[in-house]
């Protein structure tokens, strides 16, 4: 949680909301000048309620309070320069305008704690992140890597997506996955598959016996008996995912992919898919299958680029409807380092779609680094 980032935001919004109180300000002296100058059956005093209102969308409780009595307290010296406080017209649009304050008074005043609830939410959300979530180190072993999660709603930060990796003996194990569903059920799917992976990657030596063991996890629950209704959702509950094992001291790549989008390659220009030949059902659904857990190996030289992905990214769509084509973008770039290529597929994904994406997406990208590299 960056709590400097979020000290930073309120000091601004504080100066916006300091420089936006102008303009009510300027609005009760330029009314109350003009009504006091205009003749006799010409009365402005109406349009004060303008002010507390303008407040009250953007300041709080106390400030909106606060220009709302000067309102009243203008429209009073014009009552008392023009007629008197005792004539009646003045006297409704006093009352009027006081009843009105009170009104803003109280929704800036429900706003302001709607906003408090909605910042500890997001507080809250980037803790659960960064616990369940772990930025990956940029570098392991002969690989260096990089990885972005964005999320389709600006105040939700979390959701299904997940990736991680894990240190062995032999070589580094990635895993990226994608939890059917959204909200905390999607959030505690992914926190139980993520933290079976980080268990168990270094102690089963064989990819298929820990992709086994993610599956077990992923479906324990649908032992537990409930009612009809409960056990269909528990079926239809499912994880797609990728389990990379990719060693130190050879250029073969071993995967295991679960219903997942494949993972693509980039070597020096050229994309290549690395798409297996027996794919496994998505975790969750593997228990009716004789030995669905597939290994397929590929190479993968020094200066390659795998990119991992989740299918918020293939499935943005442009203003036409038309569907990301990230292999063709992967190939246009001519960067250098996984970095490099992430901030230049996020700029373009983010341009392509309009700014605004229809589902979380995650990326991960893993470069083999040459062996006289530092």
Request: aromatic share 6%; with cysteine; net charge negative.
């Amino acid at each position: 949680m960056d709590l400097h980032r979020e000290s930073g935001h309120v000091s601004r919004s504080w100066n916006a909301s300091g420089s936006r109180l102008a303009l009510p300000l300027a609005l009760i002296a330029l009314v109350t000048v003009v009504d006091i100058l205009a003749p006799p059956d010409v009365h402005l005093g109406p349009f004060l309620v303008a002010a507390p209102a303008i407040t009250a969308s953007f300041a709080g409780p106390r400030m909106t309070a606060l220009v709302g009595a000067l309102a009243v307290l203008a429209q009073g010296t014009v009552g008392v320069i023009r007629t008197s406080l005792t004539d009646l017209n003045h006297t409704l649009q006093i009352v009027a305008l006081a009843l009105i304050s009170v009104l803003v008074t109280f929704l800036a005043h429900v706003r302001e704690r709607h906003e408090k609830q909605l910042i500890q939410l997001r507080w809250v959300a980037q803790a659960a992140q960064e616990v369940v979530l772990r930025p990956l180190p940029r570098r392991i072993g002969p690989l260096r890597l990089a990885s972005v999660y964005l999320a389709a709603e600006a105040e939700a930060q979390i959701g299904g997506d997940l990736y991680a990796t894990a240190r062995t003996t032999h070589g580094t194990r990635v895993l990226i996955g994608d939890v059917r569903g959204k909200g905390l059920e999607a959030i505690g799917d992914a926190a139980r598959l993520l933290g079976a992976f980080r268990a168990a990657a270094h102690r089963q030596p064989e990819l298929p016996a820990l992709v086994a063991f993610l599956e077990d996890a992923v479906s324990s629950d649908l032992d537990t008996p409930g009612d009809w209704e409960d056990d269909m959702e528990e079926l239809e509950a499912f994880t797609t995912a990728v389990v990379l094992d990719i060693p130190d001291h050879a250029t073969n790549v071993s995967v295991i992919n679960c219903g997942h989008p494949p993972p693509l390659l980039w070597a020096r220009g050229d994309v290549h898919e690395l798409g297996v030949r027996r794919p496994a059902p998505p975790l969750g659904l593997t228990g009716h299958v004789e030995n669905p857990f597939s290994v397929q190996e590929f190479t993968v030289a020094d200066g390659d680029i795998i990119l991992l992905y989740t299918d918020g990214v293939t499935e943005a769509r442009d203003g036409k409807g038309d569907f990301y084509p990230l292999a063709d973008r992967l190939a246009a770039w001519s960067g250098q380092g996984p970095e490099d290529l992430l901030r230049y597929l996020c700029d373009d994904l983010l341009t392509y779609a309009g700014r605004t994406l229809g589902d979380d997406a995650a990326l991960v990208a893993i470069e083999r680094v040459a062996a006289s590299e530092p």
